[in-house]
């Protein structure tokens, strides 16, 4: 599913001359773009090209990562493009198969520093805005109805604007380098609510297990620019995970992934 546009080393090398890539490895994640993992004697590079015509949101992304990058987080920056090929900084490390208590906390401090670094920054759309939603729910409302009427309320609901949020914040968007996360795929990423943007992180590391709320709010609170209360976390967790649960409905036109995330 991470390979849309085929492409050969031999045109790799002649996009990137100058980076001597030596190997190409397609990649089976994500569901809306191209993406490899290309390398050379010393180093690893993520390869993209976007399917969606997003331009100003590549270059949106491209300025947002090299801001984060300098303030010390440790988020992927472009380091070249040709044509409609990008090429990114491999981030150290890998992702994580079984969640531990310190993944939590590495969690809550990149993103209380993200937020800190995001508060009040404009953006030029908000976070749920390009999803569609009312067309997502009617495809729902057709095909699985049940679901529909625990997701519907979704069409109505206004996300605060603190600021600009990753959202999007699951397992395979991270990388461990022992104690240290690294986050990439921004893409999708705009303004609204820090509370919301801590909640997918929760719902896609831990399912919501009280343990780790506990120690996610108490890593993130100890630097965050706004403190989160339990109450408020556990009702965007909520919301997170049927959000979420709606665009796999519409992605895999199935409700076999749904179950997970309903449990909240």
């Known amino acids: ?69 300098s303030a010390s987080l440790n988020v992927p920056t472009c380091v070249a493009q040709s044509g409609e090929w990008f090429l990114y900084e491999k981030l ?61 309320f979704l069409e109505s609901f206004e996300m ?4 600009f949020i990753h959202g999007d914040i699951f397992k395979d968007n991270t990388v461990f380098d022992g104690q240290k996360i690294g986050v990439f795929d921004f893409i999708d990423s705009g303004c609204g609510s820090f509370s919301f943007d801590c909640a997918v992180g929760l719902v896609g590391f831990s399912k919501g297990n009280e343990y780790y709320v506990n120690l996610f709010l108490r890593a993130y609170n100890q630097h965050a620019v706004k403190k989160i209360s339990k109450k408020e976390f556990l009702t965007q967790i909520k919301i997170a995970s049927r959000f979420y649960a709606l665009l796999r409905i519409n992605h895999h036109k199935n409700s076999a992934n749904v179950k997970e995330l309903m449990i909240f």
């Open 160 to 163: 605060k604007n603190e600021g």
């Open 92 to 152: 150290q490390g890998s992702q994580p198969r079984t969640v531990y208590g310190y993944h939590i906390v590495a969690l809550g401090r990149f993103l209380a520093k993200l937020h800190k670094h995001t508060y009040k920054k404009s953006c030029s759309a908000k976070f749920m805005e390009s999803y569609e939603i009312p067309k997502l729910l009617n495809y729902t409302k057709k095909n699985f109805y049940t679901y529909y009427k625990k997701l519907q």
């Open 1 to 69: 599913m991470g390979i849309k546009t085929k492409i050969t080393l031999n045109e790799v090398d002649q996009l990137f001359p100058n980076f001597n890539l030596s190997i190409l490895a397609p990649t089976s994640s994500g569901v809306m773009d191209t993406t490899y993992i290309v390398s050379n004697e010393s180093h690893s590079y993520i390869l993209k090209k976007y399917e969606r015509d997003i331009s100003q949101k590549i270059q949106n992304d491209k300025k947002l990562l090299s801001e984060l990058k």
